[in-house]
């Protein structure tokens, strides 16, 4: 019986086999535009029809070269003919192992990865991904081939060359391959990169910063490749959005230990700070700041105490801008970094230390959420979520006394304040501030004024007010975290397990909750 059944299987496939042969050898002959998609259709539902078996003994006994052929064929203004091709190619392709593809189609993609059209650059950069993935040694010492992948790091479109990246960025990362990158031809080919355009340039500095994050060994190759030093000299070109790019490469680097520490001799640091001080003598370094704001947060995130200390003038700069609040795009992008830098428990401490500075900030918090536009306004209440936020595992009484004495300070009655933005009919506002409400619900001290404010506890659990999905979610998150708190009596706890129970968008059957009762008096 099972003889039977695998000669019948075999039999099939043997069908299966013919059946495309002679498929892909009809479309060789075929002229007539609309019979040639009839037939593409054909094949693409009989490869949908296929087992998974099937399709791998498809792909293994057919020359899918043929396909290829038929691509080179093809007018360029054929798009949509190349992209149903593309499309049987990669169903095929993903039937095969790496190895296989390389062993019986390499010289086809490295032919077509020269293709004028994206769609073919985008089948073949697929298929070395996979091989990138799993360390594919033919693929790991071919520099001609590496060669040509790193010159789609300049393609034209975007996609082919984010694939390329990702290629380059894996293979990089290996420190038996990163040496071969930075030397001869394909350190030659990079360096003509940087050189060919701005967009070709930062996709390069993108991959070479990535590996040079991946390890220490691979930090030392860049930097010994000189392409690392380039990308710090483009912060004296005259050119501010060569800087801007710049310092966001560099930011990315400095967030590792050893990429720190390598800018910090460089005197990058110091040399950015004295420009943010004589920023006023030059009225074209105002449009620097947001990119040393971010620069900066990014590191302080991190290193908080380092900054601060070493680098006072940035803080300082950092603070005098959300102070004066007079340019709403730089305002925009300092309450982005202080929400960065304070989202951690040593960033706390560190503005902490800064005595008057945080305090004055958080009063005028309430000035930014409640007249400024809306775009800072959403920016101002994702940055008091930052301030407040304490991850579980960081609770003591030290930091969450901290956060209650900021919070305090946002409004006489900062729950009601943050409340009303929750009830507000834009939902944009409405999920920020919950955001907002969903922090303070985290930390005991919030969850007693959640339990103590009347009213609270029956809009939180009534699932009827809320339209958006993302604030339903939202509310669930909060009305979970007050499971964890003993501020609530026996009936209410009973009552939000159920609403944690039934999941974040249950339809709601029964709205009223005894809120009068509800916090322990």
């Not at 790991?140 to 290629?167: F, H, P, R, S």
């Not at 339209?467 to 939202?474: E, L, P, T, V």
């Amino acid at each position: 019986m099972f003889v039977n059944i695998v000669q019948f299987n075999m039999a099939n496939v043997t069908v299966t086999v013919e059946w495309l042969n002679n498929k892909i050898d009809r479309l060789n002959i075929i002229n007539d535009e609309i019979e040639k998609k009839d037939e593409l259709d054909l094949i693409e539902l009989k490869l949908k029809s296929l087992t998974t078996l099937e399709l791998d003994n498809a792909a293994s006994n057919i020359d899918l070269g043929r396909l290829f052929s038929h691509i080179t064929s093809i007018s360029p203004d054929d798009r949509q003919i190349i992209d149903r091709f593309c499309g049987i190619l990669n169903v095929l392709f993903a039937a095969l192992s790496p190895n296989e593809i390389f062993q019986q189609y390499s010289s086809e993609l490295i032919q077509h990865l020269s293709h004028h059209d994206s769609a073919v650059k985008k089948l073949v950069l697929s298929q070395f991904v996979r091989m990138a993935e799993e360390k594919h040694p033919q693929l790991l010492t071919n520099v001609d081939l590496l060669n040509k992948i790193i010159e789609k790091i300049g393609d034209n479109d975007i996609g082919v060359a984010q694939i390329a990246m990702g290629i380059i960025k894996k293979i990089g990362s290996e420190p038996n391959t990163t040496n071969l990158l930075y030397s001869g031809l394909l350190l030659r080919t990079i360096a003509k990169m940087v050189v060919k355009n701005d967009a070709a340039s930062f996709r390069i500095y993108d991959v070479i910063i990535h590996i040079a994050k991946s390890s220490e060994q691979c930090l030392q190759a860049s930097i010994n490749s000189g392409l690392i030093d380039s990308l710090i000299n483009m912060l004296d070109n005259e050119d501010i959005l060569l800087q801007l790019n710049a310092l966001d490469a560099l930011g990315d680097l400095a967030v590792s230990d050893g990429g720190l520490k390598y800018i910090e001799q460089r005197e990058l640091l110091s040399n950015l700070d004295r420009k943010i001080s004589r920023a006023s003598e030059d009225p074209l370094s105002n449009l620097l700041i947001p990119g040393l704001m971010k620069f900066f947060g990014n590191i302080a995130k991190n290193h908080p105490h380092n900054i601060f200390t070493k680098y006072p003038r940035i803080i300082g700069a950092l603070f005098d801008i959300i102070e004066a609040a007079d340019d709403t795009v730089i305002l925009m992008n300092a309450l982005d970094t202080l929400g960065h830098i304070a989202s951690t428990v040593e960033g706390k401490y560190a503005l902490d230390n800064l005595h008057d500075a945080m305090p004055s900030v958080m009063r005028k918090m309430k000035n930014f959420i409640s007249n400024m536009p809306t775009e800072v306004r959403l920016r101002a209440l994702d940055s008091l979520a930052s301030i407040l936020h304490v991850d579980q595992d960081n609770h003591n009484n030290r930091i969450l006394l901290l956060t209650k004495s900021w919070f305090d300070l946002l409004h006489d009655d900062p729950v009601s304040y943050i409340v009303d933005f929750c009830k507000q009919p834009f939902i944009d506002i409405r999920l920020s501030s919950m955001k907002v409400l969903l922090e303070v619900a985290t930390q005991y001290w919030g969850q007693e004024y959640i339990a103590n404010h009347p009213g609270l506890m029956e809009f939180l659990m009534n699932r009827r007010v809320e339209s958006d999905s993302q604030c339903k979610i939202i509310k669930y998150e909060i009305i979970k975290a007050l499971t964890t708190g003993d501020c609530f009596d026996a009936t209410i706890m009973v009552r939000l397990e159920q609403y944690v129970r039934a999941g974040p968008l249950a339809i709601d059957i029964d709205t009223e909750v005894a809120t009068e009762s509800g916090g322990n008096a």
